[in-house]
């Protein structure tokens, strides 16, 4: 894994990808998970490079209580306290109850190469791509006369060039939203009419930090992915006794995501605490970087949005994956893309996270957000 060649030169600050830290399935498993063959160089459609994922059966949750869903078809085990102890004798088991383990198509890869992987089969497959910000639309409801249509659809998107004050205005038969942690903020831009931008998209960005620490005496090869009882989580980066980690603060302590600067004292006052209370090795630990990026956080449920606008004809979301969208990719992309082409889901069914939920304000809440 190769993420902290990511934090040193993040090419984006507003592309939540190249800067997260693991794979894993879904924890609810709303979208099947099928990468590590496929990382492999085996799948006919997408070859992303093989080195670029590591680690199987990697993926160890702590829980407080028996919470764990395995009718979906993770392959996972589920140990006592004491088969965690023996498994893994570096852990203080205080406080678990039961612990998930999974048993394949776990692990973790450099998101970057990940992306650049997709972009370089999407590009050989004839996409052609440019790159500028949507900053406005116009559409089907600026040429109507009152009285305000109830539905629109848009024609175009002004895509504003770097380091330019003017725009280009591209005509689209088809947009999908996939701003990540501003998808929300795009749908409040110029010339969408606000009737019709109901209900609003609640994705907002939200600052989260990774912190990378040495530690000689820590869990050592077999450290597998683990998301501790507390919310904190960590995992071995690479070799050599390199870890890191991080913690999901609570809703009322939320940094301020106006940018991405560290606050290091989270990491002493809240990480460490409960990184060594869980692994007691990493009581004495040396930090040694640190990043911060934007979860795309979708504040209704924690959930992605997916398919299309109930208001805008030609516009689709693939958005609001709340810290889970790398592994949520593939999958999302396969189904809005059968959305655009063929009009319909075909292998993978997701109307459960599409926009009628929003619209009915019934959740599909999320739990295992860290
Ligand atoms: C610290 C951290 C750890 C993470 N760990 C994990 C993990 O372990 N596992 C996991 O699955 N996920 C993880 N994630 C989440 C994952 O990175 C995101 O969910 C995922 O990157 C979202 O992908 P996306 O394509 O929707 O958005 P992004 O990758 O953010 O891409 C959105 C793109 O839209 C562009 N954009 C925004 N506004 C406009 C506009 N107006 N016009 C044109 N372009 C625009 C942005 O520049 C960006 O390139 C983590 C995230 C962070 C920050």
Not at 44 to 55: A, H, L, N, R, V
Not at 158 to 176: K, N, R
Not at 233 to 241: I, K, L, N, V
Not at 263 to 268: G, M, P, R, S, T
């Amino acid at each position: 894994m190769n993420t902290l060649g990511c934090q040193m030169s993040p090419p984006s600050t507003s592309s939540s990808s190249p800067l997260d830290t693991c794979s894993s399935p879904p924890p609810r498993t709303l979208l099947p998970w099928r990468p590590p063959s496929s990382c492999r160089g085996g799948g006919p459609t997408w070859d992303p490079p093989e080195e670029g994922f590591q680690g199987l059966g990697v993926i160890l949750t702590l829980l407080h209580m028996l919470a764990i869903p395995r009718d979906e078809g993770a392959q996972v085990t589920l140990l006592s306290p004491t088969q965690l102890k023996e498994k893994f004798p570096w852990i203080n088991t205080e406080g678990v109850a039961v612990a998930s383990y999974g048993l394949e198509d776990e692990g973790w890869f450099d998101p970057w190469t990940l992306l650049n992987a997709f972009r370089r089969k999407a590009t050989s497959l004839g996409v052609q791509s440019c790159s500028g910000e949507v900053r406005a639309f116009v559409t089907s409801a600026n040429y109507m006369t009152p009285p305000a249509p109830s539905s629109a659809r848009i024609k175009y998107v002004h895509v504003y060039m770097p380091d330019s004050l003017e725009y280009q205005p591209v005509a689209c038969a088809i947009v999908v939203n996939a701003a990540g942690a501003w998808a929300g903020k795009l749908l409040e831009a110029e010339g969408l009419p606000r009737a019709l931008c109901r209900p609003p998209l609640p994705i907002q960005p939200r600052k989260r930090y990774v912190f990378t620490w040495h530690c000689p005496n820590g869990p050592g090869l077999s450290c597998p992915f683990l998301v501790d009882t507390s919310g904190a989580y960590f995992r071995r980066d690479g070799f050599g006794g390199n870890y890191l980690g991080g913690m999901s603060p609570p809703e009322e302590e939320e940094p301020d995501p106006s940018d991405l600067s560290v606050d290091h004292d989270y990491f002493q006052e809240q990480v460490w605490p409960r990184l060594a209370r869980r692994v007691p090795a990493f009581e004495s630990l040396r930090v040694r970087g640190s990043w911060a990026g934007y979860y795309d956080y979708n504040t209704f449920d924690q959930n992605g949005v997916l398919g299309p606008h109930p208001r805008l004809e030609n516009l689709f979301s693939a958005a609001g994956f709340s810290g889970h969208g790398l592994q949520h990719a593939p999958a999302a992309g396969r189904a809005v893309a059968e959305l655009v082409v063929k009009g319909r889901y075909e292998t993978l069914d997701l109307r459960r996270l599409g926009w009628d939920r929003l619209v009915d304000g019934e959740p599909l809440q999320e739990h295992g957000v860290v």
